[in-house]
Every structure is written in structure tokens, then in C-alpha cells.
């Protein structure tokens, strides 16, 4: 008769250490499902409500620590059912860095547009007063919910946010008289509005980003100290926001001309053939910004000054990199590819949730 291996004589080989201790690290996060839920009912709620075109869903407040302890605790929060933090007194931000997040899903070109501008601004202002909203639109002019329905939108942005932080701190690692960190604030928003000059104009009426006032005590606003918005874009967003057919009888001027008072758009190129390469795009941008372009297509030639185009390439050892390469990859479930095209919490979420199959997206 065969000897048992679970045998008085021949204990059961037992797994080594690190992955015992990984699994019941695991063991301890909570269930996914709770934070699915919550974005599920963040949305139903927000749209509920018909009179409110921007709302902050959660926020992303405290830096990642190194360690195992501290990093186990990060997980165990970040996975947590979040919470909106408003500004605190004194602590209104003087930019805004906006991604607006029709992404789909956040690819790591997304992640170096937000964290290289964070950075920009983080040196300009002196390595304070900078926040990032990652800002979703549930009404977008170009682009259906699927394949992934709007909370896996919330909750890979909210995967996305903590990518995002980690990168800003490896970033900044080193740079003399920078706190590790930089406790960046990250929010993670709604908003109705499927155009950038309406959505710019509901943060700025939103009191979400003013400072908060004691109870009793009356805030005034500072002259020449309202806060700056930095709007992220792409070459294919820059084309649209400066198509007149988007504004009917309103025209363009009287659109993005407040638009461009409050904020500032900061240009990134495409990598994609679909859009031309860099020489054909930057071809578009000078004639556009340069001489009278921006008057013939009804505008300003004031707004140039405020446009900012990255020269950073964006790409790296996976080439092209966007959603559409992503959710193939997924499809396929090719996770070695896909860890090519997004970052590490996001493709955690889309492999966990099997998002962009057959079965999960029909």
C-alpha cells in the first residue's frame, strides 16, 4: 500500500515563504465588488441629477510608501470604497492639470502625458499647489460607454490614478529640495458635458476646487489668484476643439474664447498612423498657430500663446501605443502585450475583470 505523503513519516511539503506570504496578503484585500458597486451607484447618482454638470467621484490623497507593510496597507485602501476629498483651507490648487479620461483603457502614453505635465507644473509653481482631475464624461460626442460600461471606466481610472502617482514619484526621486511624493492630489470626476470648453467651465463654476471656508468666516477671492487650468490633448483632440462644426451658431470665438482665459491646453502628438506622422501633424499645428490660422477658422490669434506643445516623443519599447492595441491584446489575452500598453494597476483591473473579451463585452 502506497505511503501518503501527509504521513506521520513525510510531512506535507509546505509552499516556500514568499508565496505563502503573498497569499495570504491576497487574502486580505477586500472584494472588488464593493468598489464596482459604489462607482455603479456614483454614476446612476450623477446622472440622477440633471442640474449638476461636474461632480468629483473620489480622490487619490496619500502618496505611496515603500515597504511591504506600507504597501500591502496602500493596496488594502486604494481598493477601499473611496471618498471625494474637496480643498482644505489655504490649499487651493493654482493648476488643475485636467486628462479628460474617454480612454478606454488608460494606456501608458496616458500616464506619461499626465505625469510629465504634473511635473512641468510642479517646477513652475515651486513643487506645490498642482492637483490632476482625471475627468470622464458620461455624454461624449464621439464616443459610446462600450466596450466597457461606465463603473470598469471609473474603476480602471481609479487603478489608473495610482499608476500615475507611483510614476510622478519615481519621477521626482533624487531632485534636490523635492519631498518624496509630493503629496499630488489626484480626483477622479464626471461630468455631463462632451465638449472641453463646457467642461472646463463647469470645474471652474464647481466650488469643489475653492477654498473651503470656516463655518461663520467669510472668503473672499484674491484678485490675479484664480486657479489655472492645464487641459491635456492630444493631436486628434486638437483637431476637434478647433473644428467649427462642433459650435453651430454660437461660433468658435465666443466659445473658446473664455476657454482659453481660464485655462491652458498643453499638445501631445499621436505615435498612430491613423492620424499622420509627426512631421504631418506638427505641419497642421504651425500653420494652425502661426500667421492667421487661427482666424481663419473664425478664432483668435491671441489663443496661440496659450497652447504649449510637449516635444517629448511618447513611445518607448512597445511602439505605438494605444486603447485600441490595448483591447485587442486583451481580447487575445496576450497580458505580456498588454503589460506593454498599459500600466501595472490597469492591466491588474483588466485581467482580473476580463474586460475587452468575447463573453465580458458582447
Same mark, same amino acid.
Given at each position: 500500500?502506497?505511503?501518503?505523503?501527509?504521513?506521520?513519516?513525510?510531512?506535507?511539503?509546505?509552499?516556500?515563504?514568499?508565496?505563502?506570504?503573498?497569499?495570504?496578503?491576497?487574502?486580505?484585500?477586500?472584494?472588488?465588488?464593493?468598489?464596482?458597486?459604489?462607482?455603479?451607484?456614483?454614476?446612476?447618482?450623477?446622472?440622477?441629477?440633471?442640474? &449638476?454638470?461636474?461632480?468629483?467621484?473620489?480622490?487619490?490623497?496619500?502618496?505611496?510608501?515603500?515597504?511591504?507593510?506600507?504597501?500591502?496597507?496602500?493596496?488594502?485602501?486604494?481598493?477601499?470604497?473611496?471618498?471625494?476629498?474637496?480643498?482644505?483651507?489655504?490649499?487651493?490648487?493654482?493648476?488643475? /492639470? /485636467?486628462?479628460?479620461?474617454?480612454?478606454?483603457?488608460?494606456?501608458?502614453?496616458?500616464?506619461?502625458?499626465?505625469?510629465?505635465?504634473?511635473?512641468?507644473?510642479?517646477?513652475?509653481?515651486?513643487?506645490?499647489?498642482?492637483?490632476?482631475?482625471?475627468?470622464?464624461?458620461?455624454?461624449?460626442?464621439?464616443?459610446?460607454?462600450?466596450?466597457?460600461?461606465?463603473?470598469?471606466?471609473?474603476?480602471?481610472?481609479?487603478?489608473?490614478?495610482?499608476?500615475?502617482?507611483?510614476? &510622478?514619484?519615481?519621477?521626482?526621486?533624487?531632485?534636490?529640495?523635492?519631498?518624496?511624493?509630493?503629496? #499630488?492630489? &489626484?480626483?477622479?470626476?464626471?461630468?455631463?458635458?462632451?465638449?472641453?470648453?463646457?467642461?472646463?467651465?463647469?470645474?471652474?463654476?464647481?466650488?469643489?476646487?475653492?477654498?473651503?471656508?470656516?463655518?461663520?468666516?467669510?472668503?473672499?477671492?484674491?484678485?490675479?489668484?484664480?486657479?489655472?487650468?492645464?487641459?491635456?490633448?492630444?493631436?486628434?483632440?486638437? &483637431?476637434?476643439?478647433?473644428?467649427?462644426?462642433?459650435?453651430?451658431?454660437?461660433?468658435?470665438?465666443?466659445?473658446?474664447?473664455?476657454?482659453?482665459?481660464?485655462?491652458?491646453?498643453?499638445?501631445?502628438?499621436?505615435?498612430?498612423?491613423?492620424?499622420?506622422?509627426?512631421?504631418?501633424?506638427?505641419?497642421?499645428?504651425?500653420?494652425?498657430?502661426?500667421?492667421?490660422?487661427?482666424?481663419?477658422?473664425?478664432?483668435?490669434?491671441?489663443?496661440?500663446?496659450?497652447?504649449?506643445?510637449?516635444?517629448?516623443?511618447?513611445?518607448?519599447?512597445?511602439?505605438? /501605443?494605444?486603447?485600441?492595441?490595448?483591447?485587442?491584446?486583451?481580447?487575445?489575452?496576450?497580458?505580456?502585450? /498588454?503589460?506593454?500598453? #498599459?500600466?501595472?494597476?490597469?492591466?491588474?483591473?483588466?485581467?482580473?475583470?476580463?474586460?475587452?473579451?468575447?463573453?465580458?463585452?458582447?
Amino acid at each position: 500500500m502506497p505511503v501518503s505523503s501527509t504521513s506521520a513519516e513525510e510531512p506535507a511539503q509546505r509552499l516556500p515563504h514568499s508565496i505563502e506570504r503573498n497569499m495570504n496578503a491576497q487574502s486580505l484585500l477586500p472584494s472588488h465588488r464593493p468598489l464596482l458597486d459604489f462607482f455603479r451607484q456614483s454614476v446612476a447618482s450623477f446622472q440622477s441629477a440633471s442640474n &449638476i454638470p461636474f461632480q468629483v467621484v473620489c480622490t487619490l490623497t496619500s502618496p505611496v510608501r515603500s515597504g511591504p507593510a506600507a504597501l500591502l496597507q496602500h493596496r488594502i485602501t486604494a481598493t477601499a470604497t473611496p471618498t471625494p476629498a474637496p480643498v482644505g483651507r489655504g490649499l487651493a490648487p493654482k493648476k488643475l /492639470v /485636467v486628462l479628460d479620461s474617454s480612454f478606454n483603457p488608460p494606456t501608458l502614453a496616458h500616464l506619461w502625458m499626465a505625469r510629465d505635465a504634473v511635473v512641468e507644473e510642479l517646477k513652475r509653481t515651486e513643487w506645490k499647489g498642482v492637483r490632476l482631475l482625471l475627468l470622464l464624461a458620461v455624454q461624449n460626442a464621439d464616443k459610446a460607454p462600450k466596450p466597457a460600461g461606465f463603473e470598469q471606466r471609473l474603476a480602471m481610472m481609479w487603478a489608473f490614478a495610482r499608476d500615475v502617482r507611483s510614476s &510622478i514619484d519615481e519621477e521626482l526621486k533624487g531632485v534636490d529640495g523635492v519631498a518624496r511624493g509630493t503629496n #499630488v492630489t &489626484i480626483d477622479v470626476g464626471l461630468t455631463t458635458k462632451p465638449f472641453f470648453h463646457e467642461k472646463s467651465e463647469a470645474i471652474a463654476r464647481s466650488d469643489f476646487y475653492k477654498e473651503q471656508a470656516v463655518k461663520g468666516e467669510k472668503t473672499e477671492e484674491k484678485e490675479g489668484e484664480e486657479m489655472e487650468q492645464v487641459i491635456l490633448a492630444g493631436y486628434d483632440t486638437l &483637431i476637434r476643439i478647433f473644428s467649427p462644426k462642433y459650435y453651430g451658431d454660437e461660433g468658435i470665438k465666443r466659445a473658446l474664447g473664455p476657454f482659453f482665459d481660464r485655462s491652458r491646453l498643453r499638445l501631445t502628438m499621436r505615435t498612430d498612423a491613423e492620424w499622420g506622422n509627426r512631421e504631418e501633424q506638427m505641419g497642421y499645428v504651425n500653420e494652425l498657430l502661426r500667421g492667421d490660422g487661427l482666424e481663419k477658422i473664425g478664432g483668435s490669434k491671441e489663443w496661440a500663446r496659450r497652447i504649449e506643445i510637449d516635444e517629448k516623443k511618447i513611445g518607448g519599447k512597445a511602439g505605438i /501605443v494605444s486603447s485600441t492595441l490595448a483591447r485587442e491584446a486583451a481580447k487575445n489575452k496576450d497580458w505580456d502585450r /498588454v503589460g506593454q500598453l #498599459v500600466p501595472t494597476e490597469v492591466r491588474r483591473w483588466v485581467e482580473r475583470e476580463g474586460l475587452y473579451s468575447d463573453d465580458q463585452n458582447p
